[in-house]
């Protein structure tokens, strides 16, 4: 498939050490030094600003992440919480979405306190991201029930830009993941 919005990286699918694409560093209330492919963000500015507007605050956690950013990440967390966490949670490098440039970890800023992660389970900007994110062209990337076919665990605030709005509307209504939806196409 030639189409970069489409690849699939995944711990079966290697991105090569040396991709590129057109990465532009992020404005983001978390933290000053993020980057994402340069669409990736303008449409999550968009989803941002719209999100905002129902009366919550969410901000770019994670974006581009190199090769050997990755790498230095996968280390840092194994030592923190171990081989079983880091197995379930975390691309070993080279198999991150994230070095593409086209998946973003958000999180809530929410009475001075920024809640990442599994800190924001069962709050409602989670179902709001979900049910608006195609708008922008984002699917929830590894999304509740498919833990089998990603191969990691539930991630509700990791986004996957795809571009295609219909395609993004498509995945989300048939309860999709990216995995099921390319083979889709195969076939």
Not at 81 to 96: D, H, M, N, Q, R
Not at 134 to 161: A, D, M, Q, S, V
Request: proline share 2%.
């Amino acid at each position: 498939m030639n189409n970069k919005y489409l690849i699939l990286v995944n711990r079966n699918n290697q991105i090569s050490e040396k991709y590129e694409c057109e990465i532009v560093n992020c404005d983001s209330i978390y933290a000053k030094d993020r980057k994402l492919e340069k669409e990736t963000y303008l449409q999550f500015k968009k989803l941002e600003d719209f999100i905002s507007k129902k009366g919550y605050t969410i901000a770019i956690e994670s974006g581009y992440r190199s090769y050997d950013y990755q790498k230095k990440v996968w280390n840092e967390i194994l030592i923190s919480k171990g081989i079983e966490y880091t197995e379930k949670f975390v691309a070993k490098p080279g198999y991150s979405e994230h070095q593409t440039g086209l998946a973003v970890d958000f999180l809530l800023y929410e009475n001075g306190n920024f809640y990442d992660d599994v800190k924001m389970l069962g709050h409602p900007v989670l179902k709001l991201v979900a049910d608006n994110a195609w708008k922008f062209g984002f699917i929830i990337r590894y999304p509740l029930g498919k833990e089998k076919i990603t191969e990691y665990g539930y991630e509700p605030w990791h986004l996957r830009y795809v571009k295609n709005k219909k395609i993004a509307k498509y995945i989300k209504d048939n309860n999709l993941c990216l995995e099921e939806y390319l083979d889709m196409l195969k076939k």
